[in-house]
Nanobody, 122 residues
Framework: QLQLVESGGGLVQPGGSLRLSCAAS????????IGWFRQAPGKEREGVSC????????NYADSVKGRFTISRDNAKNTVYLQMNSLKPEDTAVYYC???????????????WGQGTQVTVSS
């Protein structure tokens, strides 16, 4: 059973922080690059951040640079997204995905999680 499970979402006020986790089961996550994506109602799914399988390379969307940090702990088969200084426009369902390379191209990812809701509102 190959699964990715996101957790850590919730309701937070503007300026607050959340830490999302993406845990893999049924396969070894360290073989894959991991991307974080988000989708707001009525909008296309967009790339937020991605990390290579080794963790040596990371990328961020311009909208989150300086606020979000992606990291991975391959020993725990888990990838994290630390989100600081959250803004209302960060509100979306956040998904993690495993693929062959660290990219914002959705079609290059093989496995997707179910998503976790992040709501930033006062």
């Amino acid at each position: 059973q190959l699964q990715l499970v996101e957790s850590g979402g919730g309701l937070v006020q503007p300026g607050g922080s959340l830490r999302l986790s993406c845990a893999a089961s049924g396969f070894t996550l360290d073989y894959y690059a991991i991307g974080w994506f988000r989708q707001a109602p009525g909008k296309e799914r967009e790339g937020v951040s991605c990390i290579s399988n080794s963790g040596h390379s990371t990328n961020y969307a311009d909208s989150v640079k300086g606020r979000f940090t992606i990291s991975r702990d391959n020993a725990k088969n888990t990838v994290y997204l630390q989100m600081n200084s959250l803004k209302p426009e960060d509100t979306a369902v956040y998904y993690c995905a495993a693929g062959v390379m660290a990219t914002f191209s959705l079609k290059l990812y093989d496995f997707w999680g179910q998503g976790t809701q992040v709501t930033v509102s006062s």
